[in-house]
């Protein structure tokens, strides 16, 4: 098997807390993930790992992890719902009357994922 259709790619026990670590040196950048065992878990933790490299570019080293409260982490967590589980296809998705676990099983990521993304909606229009 091909974790995220890549031949190279390795997953690794790793500290509790800690999803991913991420190294950028020049124009090389590496994404250390943690075994999490849980496929939607490592898929978004390679999305939040993503997001860092994207969101905050040329840091030489960082730490994706479970902080609920650091601006880093919370971007992070951001822009893998969105990359994961675009908004405007989860409320296209809704409107055509499907549930969260339905919509949730569709783009292959957890309901909490989709749940999420709804209720951000709600609160941006709000």
Do not use: W
């Amino acid at each position: 098997m091909k974790p995220l259709g890549n031949g190279n790619f390795a997953r690794k026990q790793g500290p509790q807390g800690l999803f991913a670590v991420v190294a950028q040196e020049d124009e090389a950048v590496h994404l250390h993930l943690r075994k999490h065992g849980a496929r939607h878990t490592e898929k978004f933790a390679f999305a939040r790992a993503l997001g860092d490299v994207v969101c905050f570019p040329g840091t030489p080293l960082s730490a994706i992890n479970n902080l609920h409260k650091a601006e880093r982490q919370a971007v992070g967590r951001a822009f893998a719902a969105e990359f994961l589980a675009p908004v405007e296809m989860v409320l296209e998705m809704c409107a055509d009357g499907m549930d969260i676990d339905e919509i949730a099983r569709r783009l292959d990521v957890s309901p909490m994922v989709v749940d999420h993304q709804v209720e951000n909606h709600a609160a941006r229009v709000a």
